[in-house]
């Protein structure tokens, strides 16, 4: 186990070093050799450590999606969740010595985000309670750009059509949750993060987990009720 | 159980956290109470339409700007890092370059002090070497108008003669100084230096016969010399205050028989001029020095010429009879010191 590593190691720095490689091969050549690793991460955050950018190319590659997403249930916006992401990605480039390996990389690349998403609310909602709100402007503009995944070949238009407005009815009502119930319902009932990756990110005790999301579930379930009706 | 406990811990019994008893507790609850149900079910719905939202694709070019803004930045951080290298590569270098440049600080300092000390003496060399040789030049040139060579060369044979300690009947105070500005075109021909020789002069005679052929006219004194007219400066002047002939009484002073004492309120500018003055009379081995206040200028100049000089020099400074020695009748060139002291006050 602990040979294969070490070639598996000296093989990714050997193709990382040769230059000629495109990020995406490297990518497969990698993914090939992921079941090996606890934390499929670690050899790729090992060599950003050593001054090889090209490395960091696979993680941002691999962990764009999940980072987009959390973003984008946070603020309920896709430009802001993708300047979000990518200010993320550059905080984590320039803050990966730091990171010790503690938790799983991907985890401490989530809180990242997190943390940057929060900031940004944060931000956007002092400047929307400052800045006057237009009524030209179609509040629900920007989310026609989203790609949603088609959930089948085989669903209605109109089914499909129906599932996108009851999408963004939920999204509007996490929108209008509390911060801190936000974020814990991004991360555990949309992300499905355990417990315990959700305390390492947010910083927070288990117990303050547990007892937030169980208020955060309350709110939004009032909250859903008023927009979709009875819950049954 | 009550129904507001139960709905506490409706959101653990759907995470699974509950025990087993609690479990079936809260089951058996719920299904005997409908708010509670409600309850429930609603929650669960609510778990499953936000764990049913869709995933959202992120904007394609997402990847291709973030990796795009890494590149910038770290071509920016190589191109930085060039002339901010890391702390400890920085710091060693620095204090590497500091010994180095404290240490050739010094080299340099070193290396260039004694050229600075040697600069300073240049100084006078060439001023008075130049015009020296034109005077010598010019001298010679007299001479050939004059007299014939092996004259001087007799002067100069003889002239230690007078510069014996033991000699005392060739130096005049005030008096004779008339006598000799008289007696300057007498003394050309050499008989009257030679005249008045004392026999008794013995061994002074020839020992100072041998240096005086062995030190010619026109070389430069060497350093000891300097330095000995230095040494000897203050104690002449003590002796010109006691004695008034301060030379003839010390053994030593044999070379400097002749001094004359002026003052002036600008010392420099009076020795200016007593150098031209100098020039003028074909002086010789002109040394000029200061000391505090006062400017001494020695030189190796014609017996026939010293009353010329003192009387010229009487026209730049006030001429301090009191503290002037002059020997006359002597038919060598004679080393004479003019001392040009600061008077306090303008007349």
Redesign the interface.
């Known amino acids: 186990m602990k040979d294969t590593l070490i070639t598996g190691n000296f093989l990714i720095q050997f193709f990382m070093r040769e230059g000629t490689k495109s ?1 995406d091969r490297l990518s497969h050549a990698e993914e090939r050799r992921t079941g090996y690793f606890v934390d499929e991460d670690s050899q790729y955050v090992a060599l950003c450590n050593g001054g090889e ?1 090209r490395a ?2 696979v993680l ?2 691999r962990h ?2 999940k ?3 959390i973003a ?2 946070m603020t309920g916006n ?1 430009d802001d ?2 300047d979000i ?2 200010e993320a ?2 905080s984590a ?1 320039k803050a990966i010595k730091t990171f010790r390996g503690e938790a799983k990389f991907s985890t401490w690349l989530y809180g990242i985000v997190v943390n940057h998403a929060r900031n940004r609310m944060r931000h956007t909602n002092s400047k929307a309670y400052h800045e006057p709100v237009s009524l030209d402007v179609d509040p629900y503009a920007g989310n026609d750009r ?4 088609p ?1 089948s070949d085989d669903t209605p238009v109109t089914d499909i059509l129906i599932q996108k407005e ?2 963004e009815k ?2 509007k009502c996490i929108n209008d949750l509390e911060k801190d119930h936000r974020e814990i ?1 991004v991360l555990r ?2 992300q ?1 993060f355990s417990y315990e990756e959700i305390s390492i990110m947010l910083g927070l005790p288990d117990g303050t987990v ?1 007892s937030r ?2 208020r955060a ?2 709110a ?2 009032e909250s ?2 008023k927009v ?1 009706g ?3 | 159980m009550r129904c507001s406990e139960i709905e ?1 811990k409706l ?2 019994y759907l ?1 699974n ?1 509950l025990q087993k008893e609690e479990r079936a507790m809260i089951k058996k609850h719920c299904a005997e109470c409908d708010n509670c149900r ?1 309850s429930l ?3 669960q ?3 499953d ?3 049913g ?7 394609p070019w ?2 291709e ?3 795009a ?3 910038a ?2 071509e920016k951080k190589s191109w930085f890092q060039r002339f901010f290298l890391p702390l400890r590569v920085k710091v060693p270098i620095q204090a590497l370059a500091m010994i180095f440049v404290a240490v050739l600080s010094v080299y340099i300092y070193k290396s260039t002090a004694p050229d600075m000390e040697r600069l300073d003496r240049p100084q006078h060399l060439p001023q008075v070497s130049e015009p020296g040789k034109t005077v010598e030049k010019t001298q010679t040139s007299q001479e050939k108008d004059i007299g014939p060579e092996p004259k001087y060369k007799e002067k100069k044979a003889s002239a230690p003669v007078e510069k014996g300690p033991e000699g005392p009947a060739q130096e005049i105070g005030e008096s004779p100084v008339p006598g000799r500005q008289d007696g300057v075109p007498a003394i050309e021909p050499g008989n009257a230096g030679m005249a008045p020789v004392p026999s008794e002069e013995g061994m002074a005679f020839d020992h100072t016969q041998k240096k005086g052929s062995a030190i010619p006219a026109a070389m430069p004194p060497s350093p000891a010399k300097v330095e000995r007219y230095k040494v000897r400066e203050p104690e002449v002047r003590e002796e010109v205050k006691s004695s008034g002939y301060p030379m003839a009484a010390t053994g030593v002073s044999q070379e400097v028989p002749g001094r004359i004492t002026a003052a002036s309120t600008d010392p420099e500018d009076a020795a200016r001029k007593a150098r031209r003055i100098m020039m003028s009379l074909s002086a010789e081995e002109i040394r000029e020095r200061t000391e505090n206040t006062s400017v001494i200028i020695s030189c190796s100049i014609d017996p026939q010429f010293i009353p010329e000089l003192k009387n010229k020099i009487a026209e730049v400074a006030l001429v301090d009879e009191s503290r002037t020695r002059i020997v006359t009748g002597l038919d060598t060139p004679q080393v004479i010191e003019i001392v040009i002291v600061k008077r306090p006050d303008s007349p």
């Open positions: 990020a950018p960091f190319e941002v590659r764009q999606k980072m987009f997403n984008y249930r896709y969740a993708a992401v990518q990605f550059l480039y989203k790609p949603i995944d959930a009851i999408q939920v999204q319902l009932d949309i499905g547990k999301l169980s579930r309350g939004i379930r859903l009720k979709l009875n819950l049954r | 506490d959101t653990t995470e956290f409600h079910e609603s929650l719905k609510t778990k339409i936000l764990k939202l869709d995933e959202i694709e992120p904007p997402l990847a700007t973030i990796m803004r890494i590149y930045k770290e």
